[in-house]
Nanobody
Framework: QVQLVESGGGLVQAGDSLRLSCVVS????????MGWFRQPPGKEREFVST????????SYTDSVKGRFTISRDNAKNTVYLRMNSLKPEDTAVYYC????????????????WGQGTQVTVSS
């Protein structure tokens, strides 16, 4: 069984930065493609970014391209999401997820989910 635990969320002002972390336990993280998804208030969960097993390939939703960076350290079983130039519309609960398949940006493709960490961006 794989467990994912996110951390690093908080309340920040527009233009600030945050780095989210996701620690994978139970199985080596290198076994999984990883992703970050978010659920804004009153909306459905949506794709943010994904990364393949080696870290050599990534994908981003258009609204975060150039501002967010996903990375992973398989030696530490940890995946990161660096978020710069945060905007109020980035406010959401951010979820880490692991896929036994590919890093394609679809919620249905991810098998394991963390509990989420709240990110709130004030204007």
């Amino acid at each position: 069984q794989v467990q994912l635990v996110e951390s690093g969320g908080g309340l920040v002002q527009a233009g600030d930065s945050l780095r989210l972390s996701c620690v994978v336990s139970g199985r080596p993280s290198v076994n999984y493609a990883m992703g970050w998804f978010r659920q804004p208030p009153g909306k459905e969960r949506e794709f943010v970014s994904t990364i393949n097993r080696s870290g050599g390939a990534t994908s981003y939703t258009d609204s975060v391209k150039g501002r967010f960076t996903i990375s992973r350290d398989n030696a530490k079983n940890t995946v990161y999401l660096r978020m710069n130039s945060l905007k109020p519309e980035d406010t959401a609960v951010y979820y880490c997820a692991a896929s036994r398949g590919s890093y394609l940006p679809t919620l249905a493709g991810f098998d394991y989910w963390g509990q989420g960490t709240q990110v709130t961006v004030s204007s």
